[in-house]
């Protein structure tokens, strides 16, 4: 499940996981991080910011992952966003975790589209 959280304040939520130190952004115009890992879900969900109301889930989408035959007969899994119709809000999944593409890569539909594909990640209702 793809969620997205948004906090009161720009903030930097430094967060284990596996062992390893991760940094949870909450640095746009609308103080959002946006995630579809588990461990780090269950970790901002359990923080007191999250407890106390300054970290809250904003939106909940979920993710289907569907099995296509690529180019050169690979396999891969591909993401789908149905949720998402219209560009701005597909570039700014690409630009969160798990993706992290440089807001640069994506400033034209055209480029979105082509990041998109080349992660293996499809928005089936944009327009």
């Known amino acids: 499940m793809h969620k997205t959280y948004r906090a009161s304040v720009r903030l930097t939520l430094p967060i284990i996981v596996g062992g390893k130190t991760l940094y949870c952004e909450f640095s746009d115009e609308k103080h959002s991080f946006n995630t579809m890992d588990e461990e780090v879900q269950s970790y901002i969900e359990n923080t007191p910011m999250f407890k106390r109301g300054e970290i809250k889930i904003f939106k909940t989408e979920e993710v289907v992952e569907n099995s296509e035959e690529g180019e050169g007969m690979d396999l891969m899994d591909v993401v789908e966003y149905p949720n998402v ?7 700014e999944i690409l630009r969160k975790d798990p993706y992290r593409i440089h ?12 990041q998109a594909k ?4 499809s928005f089936p209702n944009l327009h």
């Open 103 to 114: 807001h640069t890569k994506t400033k034209t539909p055209e480029d979105i589209l082509e």
């Open 118 to 121: 080349l992660l293996g990640v």
């Open 85 to 91: 119709n219209d560009y701005q809000e597909a570039a």
